[in-house]
């Protein structure tokens, strides 16, 4: 059975940093890309990065471009969303999801909340 | 960007009604090469993360009730239910994966009439 379990969230201050981590199991990891998905509270789906199968291809949405740092452990079948200079419009539950052949995400995990707040 | 705009933004249908639900790209995400849409549908529940429903506009994830089929090509896409059950109230997504930066309508928010 395929299982994402995200972790790390928390509260953080504006201008502090997070790790949040997803943990992937009963799928061979390294053959997925993988993606991060997050909702700010009673908004929609914002996609945030994604993630080649080896990470050597990153893509991020433009308003956490230098401020993130999508990662994987291949061998620890592990994500990783490095989260630096956060902002309050950063407060969401972040999502790790697999990406299916082509792009759409098929297994997600429960989610991990951030809330950026002084 | 590729912008996704779906309609309506909230839509109230009686038991065993049809439903549907439209999402239109401000770009075509038909792929020439293979002639394969990348849009796909996903349902989410209150409390919940995203299910995915349909991919490839009209390719039903296994395990999904046949009542839910996606269809469209090109800009124009819906999602129609074609028999609406208790258990279907949720609010459902869009999503473009045309390119590596993908982006979701805004939500529809489906409820019983």
């Known amino acids: 059975e395929v299982q994402l379990v995200e972790s790390g969230g928390g509260v953080v201050q504006p201008g502090g940093s997070l790790r949040l981590s997803c943990a992937a199991s009963?799928?061979?990891?390294?053959?997925?890309?993988m993606t991060w998905v997050r909702q700010a509270p009673g908004k929609g789906l914002e996609w945030v990065a994604t993630l080649k199968r080896d990470g050597s291809e990153k893509y991020y949405v433009d308003s956490v471009k230098g401020r993130f740092t999508i990662s994987r452990d291949n061998a620890k079948t592990a994500m990783y969303l490095q989260m630096n200079s956060l902002r309050a419009e950063d407060t969401a539950v972040y999502y790790c999801a697999r990406v299916g052949n082509g792009g759409h995400a098929g297994y997600w995990g429960q989610g991990t909340l951030v809330t950026v707040s002084s | 960007d590729i912008v996704m705009t779906q309609s309506p933004d909230s839509l109230a249908v009686s038991l065993g009604e049809r439903a549907t639900i439209n999402c239109k790209s401000s770009?075509?995400?038909?792929?020439?090469?293979?002639?394969?849409?990348?849009l796909a549908w996903y349902q989410q529940k209150p409390g919940q993360p995203p299910k995915l429903l349909i991919y490839w506009a009209s390719t039903r994830e296994s395990g999904v009730p046949d009542r839910f089929s996606g269809s469209g090509s090109g800009t124009d896409f819906t999602l129609t239910i074609s028999s609406l059950q208790a258990e279907d109230v949720a609010v459902y997504y869009c999503q473009q994966y045309y390119n590596n930066t993908p982006t979701f309508g805004q939500g529809t928010k489906l409820e019983i009439k």
């Open positions: 770009q075509s995400v038909l792929y020439s090469s293979n002639n394969k849409n990348y």
């Open positions: 009963g799928f061979i990891f390294s053959n997925y890309w």
